[in-house]
């Protein structure tokens, strides 16, 4: 930490920007590009998120000391963390899925140094008709990709997420047919399919051009200390002792049934997790379309908008919305509320917060996630100044055909700014 901090000082014209360059930092937009490279976003393009470039001029802004903890309680594939490692700032990512910790991982752990997996030996072939990959892909190709990720098991940390997420790439390519015209929504075999087969000798060569190409891509890595711890938990209980954070920079899952264990099955079945037989994990994320049969309902915590958007989807003419998707809209709310008490919890007086949400709709309802996010920091005692806000040209709406049929008003992405109050 002592070294991380001197190195810090260096920088600090450019760390702690006078008011010309915030005001110019702030004209940049946290959409990611359609291609992006910053940051390697496009080693595993995660969905949504914000820029690398955005993130480092943001955490630019917000951070005041050299020793200021970064947290991103959904730090997706490691954009916030990544960020803060490139200033040298210790950080905390925190996710559930972890599809995307091993691809944090990767992007903060990882050197072009690191040593490819050869191809393995083969082992006794297999019957693996209960494998998740089976989903998609023959035993010939499952037993083959069991090669490697059994490899993968015994090597060397960065040897490992490097052939992880080639193995997560190359899986995804192949399997691209499976895949419709909403990117989160992955299709598996049907009874009048067959399944997708490939020569070993065919999937090896795959696999170690990949790892080629990532150990390239890592070469133009941002360089920093290693001063960044990435959890697998919720958001909803943070594994962080109380008033031990300054700096928030997240974006949470937003409120569009994006589902987001369906989105990655291909990536859990490569980690051995079949969401079709285990649900455990796809129920516990934040914005699952799965209601857990425990659920519990916090209406006193919610504010006005949150309130009224309950019922405005309780009293709403089309089938289900007084059921299945009331139990949505609540559940998604109570995790929300919950996960912002638990990082007020975890946040010091004064900390600064970052949040960047996206208004989307219910039907012909619409949803203001970015009010619904500040009347929960004020009730938790953290000051909102007034949103930045975005047109969104395209959403998940756009593409469902059902969803088209309401009529809706163009929607925007919020940039939320709020300090935490206390002395």
């Not at 992006?36 to 914000?50: I, K, R, S, W």
Request: aromatic fraction near 6%.
């Amino acid at each position: 930490m002592a070294q991380a901090s001197k190195h810090l000082g260096a920088q600090q014209a450019t760390l702690f920007p006078d008011p010309v360059t915030h005001t110019a930092s702030r004209r940049l937009s946290p959409k990611r590009p359609r291609v992006e490279t910053a940051g390697l976003a496009d080693v595993f393009p995660y969905y949504a998120g914000f820029s690398f470039e955005w993130a480092v001029s943001r955490l630019q802004t917000q951070v005041q000391t050299p020793a200021d903890v970064v947290l991103d309680p959904w730090n997706g594939s490691g954009t916030t963390t990544l960020a803060a490692r490139s200033l040298d700032l210790p950080a905390v990512g925190i996710d559930l899925n972890p599809i995307a910790n091993v691809v944090a991982g990767l992007r903060l752990q990882v050197t072009p140094a690191a040593t490819p997996l050869s191809p393995p030996g083969a082992r006794r072939a297999k019957k693996v008709s209960t494998d998740p990959l089976s989903s998609w892909l023959s035993s010939r190709a499952v037993n083959r990709l069991r090669d490697w990720t059994e490899a993968a098991d015994q090597a060397d940390p960065a040897t490992s997420a490097l052939a992880r997420v080639a193995l997560f790439r190359i899986v995804r390519r192949i399997t691209k047919s499976f895949e419709g015209t909403n990117p989160t929504w992955v299709r598996r075999v049907s009874a009048d399919q067959s399944q997708l087969d490939y020569l070993p000798r065919d999937l090896d060569e795959l696999l170690v051009e990949d790892q080629r190409f990532i150990l390239d891509r890592l070469a133009e890595a941002p360089t920093g200390q290693n001063l960044v711890a990435l959890l697998t938990a919720s958001s909803s209980a943070l594994p962080l002792r109380d008033s031990s954070i300054d700096v928030i920079l997240t974006s949470p899952p937003y409120l569009t049934r994006i589902d987001y264990a369906v989105a990655y099955a291909r990536e859990l079945a490569i980690l051995g997790v079949d969401i079709a037989s285990d649900r455990t994990l796809r129920s516990s994320l934040m914005g699952t379309t799965l209601i857990r049969a425990a659920s519990g309902h916090a209406a006193s915590r919610y504010g006005p908008l949150a309130t009224q958007l309950v019922s405005d989807v309780a009293s709403h003419k089309s089938k289900a919305s007084s059921g299945y998707y009331l139990k949505q809209v609540r559940q998604y709310l109570d995790d929300l509320y919950v996960s912002f008490e638990e990082i007020s919890r975890v946040a010091k007086p004064g900390a600064r917060m970052t949040m960047v949400v996206q208004d989307s709709y219910y039907k012909d309802i619409p949803i203001n996630l970015a009010g619904i996010c500040m009347e929960a920091g004020h009730r938790l005692g953290w000051h909102c100044s007034e949103p930045e806000q975005l047109e969104v040209s395209r959403t998940l709406t756009t593409l469902n055909k059902a969803a088209r049929a309401y009529p809706k008003e163009k929607v925007v992405e919020s940039v939320l700014t709020m300090r935490k109050l206390g002395s």
